[in-house]
């Protein structure tokens, strides 16, 4: 029988292959430490599912609350992403319905060549929400920093949250660590590539919530308090 020569870059790198156990208690040890590793790994999901499950309504059936969040999802040409822009025709919607009297609308401007409020803005006053009744949050960087700023920065207590259905449990649940009362109302969209891509993506936002809500930093950006959504309430009687 002629001898197979394995070469030599081959075995260097099977000399750091590890073996499969060969005993039965070596390999219950080997199946508990995955299994753990996986209920580790999904924990943060499941927190924020119990977090947020009995919180989340529909357009209809949300309660009246005074201000709308709406989370920034991406620009495309200057102008909202398609996920972005069905946001904003939900926010919209509460608005015409009565459900909320401002919206907050809350992204990244990091750059000057970006700014999602303003494109959010244009969008939601192109739907037929007034102009006054929008406020700007400029620094909402990430999930977390939106919440914490809606409440320091714009004081906002009580609020509905409209994002779309895999990333709607995660804001609810942030936002009310961040001390907003807080409803949901999902966005649903068609399962296609993006929305697989965001539920993935979720599995690991969630691990970064879970240590947010814990340890609770403070935003990338806090500045001063600002008045915008309590002059827009006022202005709105």
Not at 195 to 212: H, I, N, Q, T
């Amino acid at each position: 029988m002629r001898r197979v020569r394995v070469p030599a870059r081959v075995a260097a790198r099977l000399k750091w292959v590890r073996p499969l156990p060969r005993t039965t208690r070596a390999r219950r040890r080997t199946v508990q430490a995955v299994m753990i590793g996986a209920v580790l790994a999904l924990a943060p999901a499941t927190w924020t599912h119990a977090v947020a499950d009995s919180r989340l309504r529909t357009t209809a059936d949300v309660p009246v609350q005074d201000v709308a969040v709406v989370f920034g999802a991406g620009l495309w040409n200057g102008r909202p992403t398609p996920y972005l822009a069905h946001r904003l025709d939900t926010a919209a919607e509460l608005y015409r319905a009565g459900k909320v009297k401002v919206v907050l609308v809350t992204g990244d401007n990091s750059r000057v060549e970006y700014d999602e409020p303003d494109a959010m803005r244009a969008y939601l006053t192109g739907r037929g929400v007034p102009d006054g009744r929008i406020v700007s949050d400029y620094a909402g960087f990430d999930t977390w920093d939106s919440c914490v700023r809606a409440k320091k920065i714009f004081g906002v207590d009580r609020a509905v949250l409209v994002t779309q259905d895999f990333h709607i449990k995660r804001a609810v649940a942030l936002c009310r660590a961040a001390g907003i009362e807080s409803y949901g109302v999902k966005v649903v969209e068609p399962h296609d590539s993006v929305f697989y891509y965001g539920g993935v993506r979720e599995l690991v936002a969630a691990s970064k919530a879970a240590l947010d809500a814990a340890l609770r930093p403070d935003p990338h950006f806090l500045g001063e308090r600002e008045e915008g959504v309590t002059e827009a309430l006022a202005s709105a009687g």
